[in-house]
């Protein structure tokens, strides 16, 4: 009977880490058209590590002393990438003050009288001056998929703080899997064009770059307009994008708020649990017909 495949399918799910809220939920995921993904922490490892730091007029360790001393008012991947690397070469990380996280952009605070700024290079532009230098530098780190944090003290540009996030290991072959079942990919992120394209053309798919997190929400509604559009997001900044979607997918460990958006979670953080999960349900409705 129809509720009994559909109960059988939930714990097969299940399982293997696959949940899904019901057979509403298995209904639409059969039908899925385009899987949208946030790109850090879902296709990427979410674990940027910094790979080079080059300063302008200053120590390299007076750079990243004032860079990782404002981070420390941000939760963001990229600032948790920064301290790290600030403690691992012997560089002093203090508290600033007044520092905050500007959600999409960067984070600022004061460290001993002087403003600071890190953040993306396309949000710095009207912080501070940019000399050829710098932008030839910053677009060749990002055109090697690497997003690149500007230093910005008083208003003068004093480094760039390059990261690199790699994609899981299963993300290509995944992408692959969904184009075999017809199923277009598309990643989404708030990271420039530069890096996003690049990471997207390694995986073998379709890109929207420089998105603040109400852009992601409405990418999603414009596709969710044409078709099914399952959105694979991780973190509490997500919640928005899943619930637009026609199927808001959670990944990994996934914060409790994204968690309760999500029509389905995906626990193992494997991206190939994504065509594995649209299979399972196309096999049961398949079942039922
Ligand atoms: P993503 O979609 O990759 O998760 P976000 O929307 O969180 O990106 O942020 C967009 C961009 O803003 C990042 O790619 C980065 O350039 C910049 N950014 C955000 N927070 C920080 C931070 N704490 N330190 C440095 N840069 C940041
Ligand atoms: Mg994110």
Redesign the pocket.
Known sequence: SVPASIAASLSTGARQGLLMKGGVVIEAAAKTGIVAF???GTLTQGRPRVTEVVAFGRSEAEVMELAASV?TG?S?P??LAIIERAKSHAVLVRNATEAK?IP????TGMLDGTAVF???PRHAMTRATFGNDAKSAAEQLEAAGK?V?VVIADGVLIGLIAMRDEPREDAAAAVAELKAMGVRSLML???NARTGGAIAGSLGMEHKAELM?EDKVAAVKTLAAEGAVMMIGDGI?DAPALAAASIGVAMGSGTDVALETADAAILKSRVRDVPAMIRLARATMGNIR
């Open positions: 946030d790109k850090t981070e941000s963001h990229l600032a996280a999409g952009q960067g984070v890190v953040g993306a997003t944090a992120t708030g990271d997190p900044n």
